[in-house]
Protein backbone atom coordinates (compact mmCIF):
# COMPACT_ATOMS: atom_id res chain seq x y z
CA UNK A 1 0.00 0.00 0.00
CA UNK A 2 1.53 3.60 -0.86
CA UNK A 3 0.65 5.65 2.31
CA UNK A 4 -1.59 8.57 1.63
CA UNK A 5 0.40 11.97 2.70
CA UNK A 6 -1.43 14.93 2.04
CA UNK A 7 -4.80 14.74 0.86
CA UNK A 8 -7.45 12.48 -1.47
CA UNK A 9 -8.20 13.34 -4.69
CA UNK A 10 -11.74 13.49 -5.35
CA UNK A 11 -14.14 12.78 -7.78
CA UNK A 12 -17.61 12.97 -7.85
CA UNK A 13 -21.13 12.78 -10.03
CA UNK A 14 -22.99 15.49 -10.50
CA UNK A 15 -26.76 15.08 -11.63
CA UNK A 16 -28.93 17.18 -12.97
CA UNK A 17 -32.05 16.89 -11.29
CA UNK A 18 -35.44 19.03 -12.25
CA UNK A 19 -38.24 19.62 -9.50
CA UNK A 20 -41.66 21.25 -10.17
CA UNK A 21 -40.38 24.94 -8.99
CA UNK A 22 -36.91 24.66 -8.77
CA UNK A 23 -34.00 23.30 -10.44
CA UNK A 24 -30.76 21.66 -8.38
CA UNK A 25 -27.34 19.76 -8.64
CA UNK A 26 -27.25 16.46 -6.33
CA UNK A 27 -24.02 16.01 -5.45
CA UNK A 28 -23.45 11.93 -5.65
CA UNK A 29 -19.46 10.55 -5.15
CA UNK A 30 -18.21 7.92 -7.15
CA UNK A 31 -17.78 4.34 -5.63
CA UNK A 32 -13.86 3.84 -5.22
CA UNK A 33 -11.31 2.67 -7.35
CA UNK A 34 -11.85 -0.56 -8.91
CA UNK A 35 -7.68 -0.78 -9.84
CA UNK A 36 -5.00 1.66 -10.34
CA UNK A 37 -1.70 1.40 -12.27
CA UNK A 38 1.23 3.57 -11.48
CA UNK A 39 4.01 3.40 -14.44
CA UNK A 40 7.00 5.43 -12.38
CA UNK A 41 9.75 7.08 -14.92
CA UNK A 42 12.01 7.47 -12.17
CA UNK A 43 14.39 9.62 -14.08
CA UNK A 44 12.26 12.59 -14.16
CA UNK A 45 10.13 12.47 -11.28
CA UNK A 46 7.21 11.04 -13.49
CA UNK A 47 4.58 8.91 -12.93
CA UNK A 48 1.43 7.83 -15.44
CA UNK A 49 -1.42 6.88 -13.39
CA UNK A 50 -4.29 5.28 -14.68
CA UNK A 51 -7.72 4.50 -12.27
CA UNK A 52 -10.78 2.65 -13.31
CA UNK A 53 -13.83 3.23 -11.43
CA UNK A 54 -17.25 1.94 -12.07
CA UNK A 55 -19.65 4.78 -12.51
CA UNK A 56 -23.89 4.74 -13.09
CA UNK A 57 -24.95 7.32 -16.16
CA UNK A 58 -28.23 8.63 -16.73
CA UNK A 59 -29.26 8.94 -20.10
CA UNK A 60 -28.60 12.45 -21.29
CA UNK A 61 -25.59 14.78 -20.16
CA UNK A 62 -23.92 13.93 -16.95
CA UNK A 63 -21.69 16.52 -15.65
CA UNK A 64 -18.62 14.87 -13.70
CA UNK A 65 -16.67 16.54 -11.19
CA UNK A 66 -12.73 16.07 -11.10
CA UNK A 67 -10.49 18.21 -8.39
CA UNK A 68 -6.80 17.27 -7.38
CA UNK A 69 -6.21 19.74 -4.25
CA UNK A 70 -2.80 19.25 -2.52
CA UNK A 71 -1.47 16.87 -5.18
CA UNK A 72 1.48 17.17 -7.67
CA UNK A 73 -1.08 16.06 -10.33
CA UNK A 74 -0.62 18.09 -13.78
CA UNK A 75 -4.15 19.36 -14.77
CA UNK A 76 -3.32 19.42 -18.29
CA UNK A 77 -2.53 15.53 -18.20
CA UNK A 78 -5.83 13.99 -17.03
CA UNK A 79 -8.06 12.59 -19.87
CA UNK A 80 -11.17 10.60 -19.06
CA UNK A 81 -11.74 7.20 -21.45
CA UNK A 82 -14.25 4.83 -21.69
CA UNK A 83 -12.58 1.61 -22.89
CA UNK A 84 -15.55 -0.52 -23.30
CA UNK A 85 -18.45 1.79 -24.27
CA UNK A 86 -17.94 1.92 -27.48
CA UNK A 87 -20.28 5.34 -28.81
CA UNK A 88 -22.66 5.22 -25.66
CA UNK A 89 -20.52 7.66 -23.64
CA UNK A 90 -19.19 10.43 -25.16
CA UNK A 91 -17.01 13.81 -23.73
CA UNK A 92 -18.87 16.38 -24.79
CA UNK A 93 -16.75 19.19 -23.53
CA UNK A 94 -13.73 20.03 -20.06
CA UNK A 95 -14.28 23.23 -18.36
CA UNK A 96 -11.09 24.62 -15.79
CA UNK A 97 -13.10 27.14 -13.68
CA UNK A 98 -11.43 30.17 -13.19
CA UNK A 99 -12.17 30.27 -9.44
CA UNK A 100 -11.30 27.20 -8.85
CA UNK A 101 -7.51 25.81 -10.34
CA UNK A 102 -7.89 22.24 -9.07
CA UNK A 103 -10.69 21.26 -10.44
CA UNK A 104 -11.87 20.42 -13.90
CA UNK A 105 -15.64 19.42 -14.81
CA UNK A 106 -16.80 17.50 -18.08
CA UNK A 107 -20.06 16.95 -19.74
CA UNK A 108 -20.51 12.78 -20.49
CA UNK A 109 -23.35 12.40 -23.03
CA UNK A 110 -24.86 9.11 -22.37
CA UNK A 111 -27.08 6.98 -24.71
CA UNK A 112 -28.96 5.01 -22.28
CA UNK A 113 -29.36 4.56 -18.41
CA UNK A 114 -26.48 2.62 -17.79
CA UNK A 115 -23.66 1.50 -15.68
CA UNK A 116 -19.69 1.93 -17.58
CA UNK A 117 -16.41 1.37 -16.88
CA UNK A 118 -14.01 4.53 -16.88
CA UNK A 119 -10.56 5.61 -16.72
CA UNK A 120 -8.79 8.48 -16.18
CA UNK A 121 -5.61 8.88 -16.82
CA UNK A 122 -2.90 11.59 -15.67
CA UNK A 123 0.96 12.28 -15.06
CA UNK A 124 1.92 13.38 -11.66
CA UNK A 125 5.19 14.05 -9.61
CA UNK A 126 6.23 12.95 -6.16
CA UNK A 127 6.53 9.03 -6.58
CA UNK A 128 9.65 7.72 -6.52
CA UNK A 129 11.23 3.67 -6.68
CA UNK A 130 14.68 2.59 -5.55
CA UNK A 131 16.12 -0.89 -6.11
CA UNK A 132 18.81 -2.82 -3.56
CA UNK A 133 20.22 -6.12 -4.80
CA UNK A 134 21.56 -9.08 -2.86
CA UNK A 135 24.28 -11.76 -4.04
CA UNK A 136 23.94 -15.35 -2.58
CA UNK A 137 27.03 -17.29 -3.00
CA UNK A 138 26.22 -21.48 -2.94
CA UNK A 139 28.60 -23.65 -0.46
CA UNK A 140 31.21 -24.50 -3.21
CA UNK A 141 31.48 -20.43 -4.48
CA UNK A 142 30.65 -21.43 -7.68
CA UNK A 143 27.52 -19.58 -8.13
CA UNK A 144 25.43 -17.13 -7.18
CA UNK A 145 21.80 -16.02 -6.76
CA UNK A 146 21.16 -12.22 -7.33
CA UNK A 147 17.86 -10.77 -5.24
CA UNK A 148 16.39 -8.10 -5.57
CA UNK A 149 14.07 -5.46 -3.68
CA UNK A 150 11.92 -2.28 -4.57
CA UNK A 151 11.59 0.31 -2.31
CA UNK A 152 8.70 2.98 -3.53
CA UNK A 153 8.47 6.25 -2.18
CA UNK A 154 4.76 8.13 -2.50
CA UNK A 155 4.91 11.57 -1.84
CA UNK A 156 2.69 12.72 -4.11
CA UNK A 157 -0.26 14.17 -1.75
CA UNK A 158 -2.69 10.87 -3.25
CA UNK A 159 -2.95 7.09 -1.58
CA UNK A 160 -2.88 4.73 -4.02
CA UNK A 161 -3.84 1.45 -2.33
CA UNK A 162 -3.64 -1.87 -3.91
CA UNK A 163 -1.52 -0.77 -7.12
CA UNK A 164 0.07 -2.51 -10.01
CA UNK A 165 3.26 -1.02 -10.46
CA UNK A 166 5.58 -0.48 -13.20
CA UNK A 167 9.00 0.94 -13.25
CA UNK A 168 10.99 2.40 -16.14
CA UNK A 169 14.40 2.13 -16.41
CA UNK A 170 16.25 5.01 -18.53
CA UNK A 171 15.36 8.74 -19.00
CA UNK A 172 13.32 10.72 -21.07
CA UNK A 173 13.29 14.36 -22.17
CA UNK A 174 10.35 16.75 -20.52
CA UNK A 175 10.34 20.57 -21.23
CA UNK A 176 8.66 21.12 -17.64
CA UNK A 177 8.93 18.96 -14.33
CA UNK A 178 5.32 18.18 -13.92
CA UNK A 179 5.55 19.92 -10.03
CA UNK A 180 5.95 22.54 -11.32
CA UNK A 181 3.21 22.40 -14.43
CA UNK A 182 1.07 21.60 -11.42
CA UNK A 183 0.92 24.71 -10.36
CA UNK A 184 1.43 26.93 -13.61
CA UNK A 185 -2.68 28.25 -15.55
CA UNK A 186 -3.51 25.35 -17.94
CA UNK A 187 -3.21 27.48 -21.11
CA UNK A 188 0.32 28.38 -20.14
CA UNK A 189 1.43 24.69 -21.08
CA UNK A 190 3.41 24.18 -24.30
CA UNK A 191 2.57 22.01 -26.91
CA UNK A 192 5.50 19.97 -26.57
CA UNK A 193 4.83 18.98 -23.24
CA UNK A 194 1.50 17.56 -24.68
CA UNK A 195 3.36 15.84 -26.93
CA UNK A 196 5.72 13.86 -25.10
CA UNK A 197 2.69 13.20 -22.69
CA UNK A 198 1.07 11.61 -25.69
CA UNK A 199 3.69 9.61 -26.64
CA UNK A 200 4.81 8.01 -22.65
CA UNK A 201 1.07 7.52 -22.40
CA UNK A 202 1.27 5.15 -25.83
CA UNK A 203 4.22 3.66 -24.73
CA UNK A 204 2.96 2.13 -21.18
CA UNK A 205 -0.63 1.13 -23.28
CA UNK A 206 1.91 -1.04 -25.46
CA UNK A 207 3.76 -2.45 -22.87
Not at 76 to 100: A, C, I, M, N, R
Not at 148 to 176: C, H, K, M, P
Request: charged share 25%; proline share 3%.
Amino acid sequence: MLNKTIASLCLSLLFMVTAAHARNVDLSTVPDRQAVQLTIYNSEDLTLVRETRIVTFKQGINPLQFSWANTLIDPTSVELKFPSQGDSLEVLDTTFPHDKPQMLYWNVHSDADQEAKIEIEYFTSGISWSADYIAIADREEQNLQLESFVRIRNDSGEDYENAQVRLVVGTINLVEKIAELARIPVSQVGQLEKEEFRRLRQQASNE
